[in-house]
């Protein structure tokens, strides 16, 4: 099976299996443990300093000489607007009184990744950096490909696939519908339902591999062998996983979203525009309902996060991100390095099998 992916020779990993970065849920024990498995261990790194890039990417790196990825969200702050503010933080009061504790004031610093962030990743030696939303400035790119570091990038469309093959990514994440965490959506971002990002893994993943010469990795509700055989019968050469990772005893991941993953399956997700100012797919919780009412006050991203700062703070269940895709009802709470052998053993024999 590993044999007919290009996967594994271009990333220098045993399995073409993708831990999918997660930023504040996955954290560098994870991606090195998922490495020393094999597999490609990955670190969401956005949202975080230079400083902070470097630290947790060198205790990633000095816990592994397996493969790992950084990835990047690639966005532009919106220009602040007092009103857009203050009708995103009204809709939002209800949630600060009956949490007891002040909305915030402003709308604080911008997490936008600059080349100071871009090159802190760099300078640690990654085999792969990983690119959500878009793509860096072509000069930063450049430096990425200069240090012999492959680049992959999500895609929620056929158009955008042939975009980022075009730009030159040597593989291209294919991310359905089912998806946890945001979507990859290149056009119309804070769009909910006009089209953009809405399709399912099935049809998506055939129909990417069908459009570009590089190789596919199937993303979005792959939880179990099942699903790693059935990516490959669609003519995907790897899968990313996010959500069957984040209960490992190496995230990062707070009790009350761990419990809460234990608990739920597909039917408790959905898609919310109230994290963040994106869409994205999290377990439903008294956050996720309550602003779903106010869609047309959410400020656009990444100022949502700001507005809903305070109340995820608080690491109350009903206030967190708590980040799901569709098929977190078939994961379990196990270490990540057994996790990666059992998913390979049992794709093979499924695939032998087939």
């Not at 959500?243 to 009350?256: D, G, H, K, N």
Request: hydrophobic letters at 45%; charged letters at 20%.
């Amino acid at each position: 099976m590993w044999n007919n992916s290009r996967l594994p020779r271009l990333f220098g990993i045993k399995y073409p299996i993708i831990q999918s970065p997660m930023a504040g849920s996955d954290g560098p024990r994870l991606t090195a443990a998922v490495a020393n498995a094999g597999a490609l261990g990955s670190l969401g790194l956005s949202g975080f300093g230079p400083d902070d890039i470097a630290a947790m990417a060198a205790e990633a790196r000095a816990a592994t000489n397996g493969s790992i990825n950084l990835n990047f969200l690639i966005f532009k702050t919106p220009p602040f607007d007092a009103t857009v503010w203050a009708r995103a933080t009204g809709a939002a009061a209800g949630l600060y009184a009956e949490a007891e504790i002040a909305p915030p004031q402003d709308a604080g610093a911008s997490n936008e990744v600059d080349a100071a962030r871009l090159r802190a990743a760099i300078d640690r030696g990654p085999q792969v950096m990983s690119f959500h939303f878009a793509l860096p400035e072509p000069p930063l790119l450049d430096e990425v490909r200069a240090a012999g570091i492959k680049v992959i990038a999500s895609a929620t469309s056929v158009v955008e696939a042939r975009a980022l093959e075009d730009a030159g990514v040597d593989a291209i994440i294919a991310q359905g519908w089912e998806a946890g965490g945001h979507r990859g959506i290149h056009r119309n971002p804070q769009a909910l339902t006009d089209g953009a990002g809405e399709t399912g893994t099935l049809a998506l993943v055939p129909a990417v591999v069908d459009a570009v010469s590089v190789p596919v990795i199937a993303a979005g509700g792959i939880a179990d062998a099942r699903g790693i055989a059935a990516a490959f019968m669609l003519g995907a050469e790897g899968v990313q996983m996010g959500t069957a990772f984040l209960q490992c005893p190496e995230s990062v991941v707070p009790q009350a979203h761990r419990d809460a993953l234990a608990e739920a399956d597909a039917s408790d997700t959905r898609i919310t525009r109230g994290i963040s100012g994106r869409p994205a797919r999290a377990i439903r919780n008294r956050l996720t309902e309550a602003l779903a009412e106010h869609d047309d006050a959410v400020a656009p991203y990444p100022l949502q996060f700001n507005v809903i700062a305070p109340l995820r703070d608080l690491g109350r269940r009903e206030y967190m991100a708590l980040w799901a895709g569709q098929g977190v009802g078939l994961t379990t709470a196990e270490p990540a390095g057994e996790l990666v052998e059992r998913l390979a053993c049992q794709a093979q024999a499924l695939l032998e099998g087939a």
